[in-house]
């Protein structure tokens, strides 16, 4: 029952915070109000027991990729003005809408498992054992490492260039 | 182990309901006539902290910070890594640290290679 209110009203709260990414003029509102959306998602991992998932999308996305939104709009000029009037709103609209009809119908019509074991109550340590732990999956986490280390001396090259 | 998030849940509706008020207050004792409502330029002005802006306040930040942002991130996603295995350290033992190490090292070569290359100078 409090699972099911607490839902409810995550859904609505998102929903708010994600139009008003889109229809806020103001770069730097709709930036925050991105960030509410990141934080209900991570409410939304909570009710579905998924709380490792949750902490890491308030560390890895409100923690950081705010941060990098929030510099990036710090660098834009005219932020006060807000952003200006497209020419692609319509053919944008109707592309949103053909996507929507696309996640709508797999939706509906993938027929989903649900498993009849109920989830793991924390499940920190046993994703832990999985990835670090005898038999576990220790070269995807180290090849894991390598990518971020490309990232980063991509995101180095990349930036450098003047 | 949810009623936990339930206490969380308390604690958000908590500081929403605080920050509400907190913003109603004034409004409230202006409605009530208690506070007086005598604007003039001065009084209007910004004041308190710093000294007032000369052109506009909305600064372009060097471009230069973007990096630390950069590899914020990158080391952030590696604290997803580390964060479970620290939960579970005492069951997982010396080969997980060692493990760990390696990881910790492919990541470090990253920072060494931004360093050198004078990245995170302030120039």
Known sequence: MGMVVSFWILAAVGIIAALGVVLLRNVFRAALSLILCFLIVAGLYVTLSADFLAAVQILVYVGAISVLIILAIMMTREVAQGSPNSRFQIPAFIVAILFLEVLVLTLINTPWPVSSMPPTAPTTAALANSLFGEGGYLLSVEIAAVLLLSAILGAVVLAREK | ?123
């Open chain 2, 1 to 123: 182990m949810l009623t936990n998030y339930g206490y969380i849940g308390l604690f958000l509706i908590a500081v929403v309901l605080f920050t509400l008020f907190m913003v109603i207050i004034p409004i409230a004792l202006r409605f009530l006539k208690i506070v007086p409502h005598n604007p003039n330029p001065i009084k209007n002005s910004t004041f308190e902290c710093g000294m007032e802006t000369i052109g506009r306040t909305w600064v372009q930040f060097n471009f230069h910070y973007y990096f630390y942002a950069l590899i914020f991130l990158a080391l952030d996603v590696l604290v997803v890594f580390l964060y479970p295995w620290a939960v579970n350290l005492r069951a997982l033992g010396f080969a997980s640290f060692v493990a760990v190490i390696i990881l910790v090292a492919i990541i470090l070569v990253g920072y060494v290679y931004a360093w050198k290359k004078k990245v995170l100078e302030w120039k």
